[in-house]
């Protein structure tokens, strides 16, 4: 279980990869465990949607028109919760502009900082990263790529890493 000394990871699934590309889920577990996931509202403007990337995450374009929160809200939410906060992440390329496109949307600017978890790995723990990720994986049965638990399944690979069997 996650302690008060692991860092908090997020993790953000997207309408596709690339150009015109844009957040559809955001998610993410804090220093002590807790998960945070929602879904984006597409914006008027945001309408690249990639066929292969939705059978990964297996989020519909209707589900967000219906469910999904008001970029504004999310990105005040993510402020509020992460306020001060290094936030890790495993695609920090992708990651980062997708992150910035919701907060351009909001008008507002991110109260933390989001990193690339490979800056927390040594070089053994970073060859390691994978196997220990896909572990983790399997042990939480989680099959479908959804952001919060995405970000769970980090937090405790790196424990993991760090934690002497």
């Given at each position: 279980m996650p302690t008060a000394s692991a860092p908090a990871f997020i993790d953000i699934e997207a309408s596709g990869f690339g150009r015109g590309s844009y957040p559809i889920e955001i998610g993410f577990v804090d220093p002590q465990g807790q998960l945070f996931?929602?879904?984006?509202?597409?914006?008027?403007?945001w309408s690249h949607w990639d066929e292969?990337?939705?059978?990964?995450?297996?989020?519909a374009r209707e589900l967000l028109d219906s469910h999904g929160k008001p970029c504004d809200w999310v990105a005040a939410q993510l402020n509020q919760r992460l306020a001060g906060q290094t936030v890790y992440c495993d695609g920090w390329g992708q990651d980062y502009p997708w992150l910035q496109r919701l907060?351009?949307?909001?008008?507002?600017?991110?109260?933390?900082?989001?990193?690339?978890?490979r800056t927390l790995l040594s070089e053994s723990e970073a060859a390691a990263w994978h196997g220990v990720v896909r572990r983790v994986r399997e042990e939480l049965s989680i099959g479908r790529h959804r952001a919060s638990s995405d970000a769970k399944v980090?937090?405790?690979a790196l424990q993991r890493l760090r934690t002497p069997p």
């Open positions: 996931c929602t879904l984006v509202q597409p914006q008027a403007d292969q990337a939705a059978a990964l995450h297996g989020i907060f351009e949307a909001a008008e507002q600017a991110p109260s933390f900082r989001l990193e690339d978890l980090l937090q405790i």
